[in-house]
């Protein structure tokens, strides 16, 4: 089942903060996030296994809520560089990833 | 990070011809190995779990006769896209576990840089 990311797009200022969500109507084993920029590959961010943690690299982080059925990823102070396509994958037992459609974030200066 | 990396970046072929796209991780082993395929401005569909040393798992709709997969090693996995059409034309991604390295959090999956395909 496709996990729903939230907002479709969203454009910011450099400086801006920003929240993506991901959210599934049944609980998951685990959500990764990634970012992806045009004609490249995805490039992992995070990783998220257990309900109610949060972790975070430099300006990015990310939280899981207790019922392991929705992950927001947030943005801090956002960068020209945080630009691209942030995707969320969702985890089963056998390893597999289903990713949502994603969310096309754009930094202007 | 895990690295991985796909052979050729990109290729162009004629339709009814055969294309092979090579998976490698270079700094770890992968049992697994997953393969996707991604259509412009879309999202990233699995098509198949290839597995080191047995028969590769397809998704539902995805056929296995047209998209051949062989996990040689534990650092190689082959996409080969026999008879390409058109419509065969897309964004491959391959991913792979970083299961050995230690340095990984488990679960983790790292992408190739991917392989766009072009039939003509």
């Known amino acids: 089942q496709q996990p729903v990311q939230s907002p479709q797009a969203v454009i910011l200022r450099e400086g801006e903060d920003a929240v993506i969500n991901c959210s599934s109507s049944k609980a998951l084993y685990s959500v990764h996030w990634y970012r992806q920029k045009h004609g490249e590959a995805p490039v992992f961010l995070m990783i998220?296994?257990?309900?109610?943690e949060q972790k975070g690299h430099d300006k990015i982080s990310a939280s899981f809520n207790e019922k392991k059925q929705q992950s927001s990823l947030y943005l801090t102070a956002s960068q020209l560089s945080y630009s691209g396509t942030y995707f969320c994958g969702t985890g089963g037992s056998n390893y597999k990833l289903t990713f949502g459609k994603g969310t096309l974030l754009t930094v202007n200066p | 990070g895990a690295v991985v990396s796909q052979h050729p970046s990109w290729v162009i072929c004629k339709s009814g011809t055969s294309v092979k796209i090579e998976c490698r991780s270079l700094?770890?082993?992968?049992?697994?190995m997953f393969w996707y395929r991604q259509f412009p401005k879309q999202s990233l569909m699995l098509m198949a779990t290839s597995n080191e040393g047995s028969k590769a798992t397809y998704e539902q709709g995805v056929e296995k006769d047209k998209f051949l997969i062989n996990h040689a090693s534990l650092t190689l996995s082959t996409l080969t896209v026999t008879s390409a059409h058109p419509e065969d034309s897309s964004f491959y991604i391959c991913s792979a576990r970083d299961l050995t390295s230690g340095r990984a959090v488990p679960d983790t999956q790292y992408f190739g840089p991917g392989t766009r395909l072009t039939v003509l």
């Open positions: 700094d770890f082993q992968a049992t697994t």
């Open positions: 998220l296994l257990k309900g109610g």
